[in-house]
Each structure stands twice: as C-alpha cells, then as structure tokens.
C-alpha cells in the first residue's frame, strides 16, 4: 500500500512504445496466447490478492487508484477480476465501498490493499479503512461477507483487539488443519495472530514479526510442502522490493531469504501474492507502466519459478504476462497490447464530430476558438458530445485528435455505457506544439444500445487542444441472425397456432405471429426473409416493423410441409436489439418454420 499521501498529478512521458503485440501457437489445435502486462486496463488498480476458489476460477480482489489521483486517500470501489485461463479477465464488477462502511471515517476514502478467504460456504472479504478522520491512528480490519466470491458483500463489522495505529494490508492464510492466520502491518511494523472460528475475532497473542529484514508493508503468507513463505515490501528508499522469508510455522520466528522482485515501472510501492494455479506459480503485483504515475497503478502477473530447496528465483517482470492455461473464454479487459499498439481495425464504422457541431458543447473553463476548443487544462473543463449512436451496445472506439506541447496530459472520458461509473483513462502524449494537431488518442468505452449515448471529456490534468472527437464501431453490415419460429421470443394469436416446428393456422383473419428482440444493429434497413410451405397458390403476409407497414407475397410450394418457399423484404429497424417485427395473415394460408434478419444488406 502506498504511503505517499500528497495530492499528486500525472507527470511524465506515457510509456507507448516498449511493447510489441505478441501471439505464438505450439500447433494449431492448441493456440499458446500471452496475457500481455498489465492484465487490468479498464480502471487502475494496485495490491492484488489473487485466490483459487472451488468454482476452478481464479480471483483477484484489489485496490483501486482512482483518476484523476489525489493521492491514497481518494481510494475507493472494490473491484474483483476473475478468469479461468488467466488471459482472458472479467471485471465482476464493484463489491464494496466506503460510504457502506458505517464505522468507518467520515470523509470516506482510504479504502487501501483488502484481502479475502473462504469458509464454510461463506467468502470472507477483509479490508482496512480508518474508523475517524485522525486516519492514521484509528485503523481498523473491516470484514463483510457473502456467499458468492464476487458479488453481494455485506459489512459485518470489524476485528477487535488489534492496534489502531500501521494496522494496514490485511492477508489472510488458511492452514493444512484449517486454522486462519491474519498479517497485517505498514510503517516497518508488522503483525501476526490466529483468527477466531469466527473469522472476525483473534485467537491468542498477536505476534510481532521484528526478525524481518527492512520490512515495510504489504504481507503475504502462503505454503508450500511443509514450508511457510512470508512475502512483503521493503522500504528500499524511492523504490521499494518485494522480499521474502520462511519458516516452518506460520507465526515464524522467519528466516529472510532476499528478493522476489526488483522496484517496479514508475511506481515508489510495490504490493503482491502469489498463488498456484492449474500446475503453475504466479506472482501477481502492480506498476504505473500505463500512467507513468504511481498513485495510478496497474495489476501484472508473471511467472514465479522454485528451486529443488524451496527458495524463489527472482521473478522477471515481462510485458509479455503468462500464457493461457486454458481455450479462450469471456474477457471484459482489453489486453495491453491491443491498447498500445492501436489494435482496431475491426472498428471501421466511423462518425467524426467537428468541436463546432451542434452537439458538442463545452463548459468549466473551456473555450473555443475557430474549429478547436482549448483550456482543457482547467480544473472543471470538459467537453460533451450527445447523440451518440452506440448500435448494439458494447465496446466502442474513441479519438480525440488533439495538439499539444505537455507531456503527462490525460483526459477522464466518461460514457453512458460505464456500469463501473469509474471512467476512462485517455492518456495524450506530447505532439510537440499548440498547433500541432497530429495527436491521435484511442481509447475503447462502453456505450448504449441505440443512439442517446453521451460522451463526456473531463480535463484538468495538462492541456491539449483538440480539433475533432471521433467514434467508431464494429460494423453490423452482412450480419445474419435466424429466429426459429419455435423460439420463446416469438408469440402467435388470432388464432394462428404453433406446433412442433412452425406456424400454423395463418389463413385465418387476425391470425398473426410476432418475433421480439431483433437485433437491428445500428439502425436502418434490414432484410428480412420467411422461411415457409404452402398448399395454396399464393398467399399474403403484412409486416409491422416500428412504425411502418410492408406488405409481402408467398408463392405456393405444393404442399403445407414442403418448407422451400423463401421470400424476403427489405424493412427499417430501429437501433439495438429491442426490436418487434409482426406478421399478420388473414390472405392465404402458409405454415412458417424460420425468420431470418440480414442486417444493412
């Protein structure tokens, strides 16, 4: 955890041009992917605690360095990350935060490196945060529960019987006979004592670790074999390691052992766990690789090798990450690599915004002048762009074409998609002058379905001019979706009737069968196709798509099963995939087994 307290902000030039993007495969069958470093891109975040729980998932339960930094006491909003072959990272999603906190320091914040446990059906999450606003005497080891890893946590109180003053960066450790252990400690002090059956009480005597070398904070106790390790950060002046020891109890006395890992990319703190998983070792830590601040830093993990006696080789930091360890699963983060190296091509359907449209406006301190709008340096500024089409919802690719002189500027992006209501970090490097609008700044958001999204540029940390904002989506154009008729999402009434495999019963005046949820993409025409069979000679639907009315023929096949018969009409739909395409008969009988939607054909 961080002991720096200042208000600070960014400073430095962006690190953008170390990492290359990294894909090999041992066969094609079995694909080898690099996790790239930092795994987390979507927020900031530092001190990861990195557990495997039964589900077969591994979790990660860590700080968040909220932008724009004011330092550690601005910390809030527990985020947890999960993944099953560790490339591909879900954000779960926020579990907790100050303000649920009723013992907890008035003015919030301060909600440092947590920790978490499992027992008994019930997930343990442990975090320090001051109980008043004389914040460094009065910490606290707060515990709320749930039983889900990820989500529904309750505060439950707080443990008692620990000292109020360095009790920062709790860890938790369960034994082979089931005992839990809590370490914690910050300032070069450091603590271990038994938990309570409870989870929330001690057990015995807190024991004070004075035999560490340099300890300085962020302990982190695990075994392996018969062998306890206790890994922690140093007070190495400016640059703090990550050291270990050993002992064969898990109260030491401990034998220091030396470095697992060297000061770490633009970033004073250092803070880590390791943890096995699927057969491997993996430490995980943080670094300020993306904002080259380190009150906004970001988790990495890399590999952790040990020798035949039990000691640890140091670990190398790499920004390659560790390979999967599993097929391709869901993933919410974008991989580092993608974002340094502008992988988006696949984002082609682009709308450029002039700073002069008229659903660009300004405030805070912002001005405009000519085509471009500048004081985008003043605490308050921003500029926000309404109307914005996000299709089918989902990821979408902003740019601001930007020019200026500073290095360390960033702009917080803000967009109506953003559950986490965190933002985004839009980093703008140097372009060497005012007037030189060759600065090109990429950033994947989240925005909503259809076309009243809202994007927000927040400024205050450096100055750019910018000259255009544009947003860009994964095309639709081509995309074909099939809707069994038999499908939940299709009803039918006035009389037509479903069986085992189509609508029947068309003929009859008022018969209709509707299909919901209809992806309509971003908007506009659609092409949409009956699959059917009829005995009659011909026969005529109408379709309903929003507002309007189509008419369409349906030759006769031969027979009410021979489903050969395809026809299609081109109709409008509306943006997302809330749309409602009804058929109404009444002119002619046709049994339909299929609706097929192409989207701007």
Not at 103 to 116: I, L, T, Y
Not at 472 to 485: K, M, R
């Amino acid at each position: 955890m961080r002991r720096r307290l200042s208000s600070l902000f960014l400073s430095g030039t962006m690190l953008l041009s170390v990492l290359v993007g990294f894909t090999s495969s041992s066969s094609a069958a079995d694909p080898v992917v690099m996790s790239g470093n930092p795994i987390i891109t979507s927020m900031f975040t530092a001190d990861p605690s990195a557990h495997v729980w039964s589900d077969g998932r591994i979790y990660v339960y860590a700080s968040h360095d909220i932008f724009p930094s004011r330092g550690s006491d601005l910390m809030d909003k527990y985020h947890v990350f999960s993944s099953d072959n560790m490339v591909d990272w879900v954000d779960e999603g926020e579990i907790l935060r100050a303000s649920q906190v009723s013992w907890g320091r008035p003015e919030g914040g301060f909600m440092w490196a947590p920790d978490a446990a499992y027992k008994n059906g019930t997930y343990y999450f442990f975090f320090p945060h001051p109980s008043d606003t004389n914040w460094n005497n009065s910490w606290k080891i707060g515990v709320a529960t749930s039983t889900k890893p990820d989500a529904d946590f309750t505060v439950q109180g707080y443990i008692g019987g620990l000292p109020g003053t360095n009790m920062i960066d709790p860890s938790v450790f369960r034994d082979d006979d089931g005992s839990y252990y809590l370490y914690a400690g910050g300032g070069a002090v450091s603590y271990g004592v038994k938990l309570g059956a409870d989870m929330m009480s001690i057990s015995g005597t807190i024991k004070q670790f004075t035999e560490l070398q340099d300890y300085h904070e962020a302990p982190w106790v695990f075994k392996k074999g018969s062998l306890y390790y206790m890994m922690y950060a140093d007070g190495n002046p400016g640059a703090n390691r990550l050291r270990y020891a050993t002992s064969s109890n898990p109260l030491g006395p401990w034998t220091n052992r030396g470095i697992v890992l060297d000061p770490v990319a633009n970033s004073e703190t250092t803070h880590g766990s390791i943890v096995e998983y699927k057969g491997s070792w993996y430490l995980f830590y943080h670094n300020a690789k993306v904002s080259s601040n380190g009150t906004l830093r970001s988790t990495n993990v890399d590999k952790l090798t040990f020798n035949a006696d039990g000691t640890i080789q140091k670990v190398i930091q790499t920004t390659d990450g560790v390979p999967n360890v599993g097929p391709p699963s869901q993933a919410t983060e974008v991989k580092y690599y993608d974002l340094i190296n502008n992988n988006y091509s696949q984002y082609t359907q682009k709308t450029d915004y002039a700073m002069t449209a008229s659903n660009v406006t300004i405030g805070g301190g912002a001005t405009r002048s000519g085509a471009n709008i500048e004081n985008m340096h003043i605490q308050g500024s921003y500029i926000q762009l309404t109307g914005i089409n996000g299709g089918t919802g989902g990821k979408a690719l902003l740019t601001v074409q930007y020019a200026t002189p500073d290095n360390g500027v960033a702009f917080k992006a803000d967009a109506s998609g953003d559950t986490t209501g965190d933002g985004y970090y839009v980093p703008l490097p140097s372009t060497g002058g005012w007037g030189n609008y060759t600065g090109q700044a990429k950033r994947l958001v989240n925005l909503n379905v259809g076309t009243n999204n809202v994007i927000k540029l927040n400024g205050g940390t450096g100055g750019a001019n910018v000259s255009k904002v544009s947003v860009s989506l994964i095309p639709t154009t081509g995309q074909e979706t099939t809707y069994p008729v038999t499908g939940s999402n299709v009803t039918v009434g006035g009389g037509a009737t479903k069986s085992s495999t189509s609508i029947e019963n068309m003929h009859i005046s008022g018969a209709y069968f509707q299909v919901t949820g209809v992806n309509g993409g971003v908007g506009g025409q659609a092409q949409v196709t009956v699959i059917y069979g009829s005995a009659d000679s011909q026969a005529t639907f109408g379709i309903v798509a929003g507002s309007n009315t189509y008419s369409l023929t349906l030759p006769g096949t031969g027979g009410w099963s021979t489903y050969t018969g395809s026809v299609s009409r081109l109709v409008t739909l509306g943006a997302g995939t809330n749309n409602t395409i009804k058929f109404t008969g009444g002119m002619g009988g046709a049994n339909v087994t299929k609706v097929i939607v192409k989207l701007n054909p």
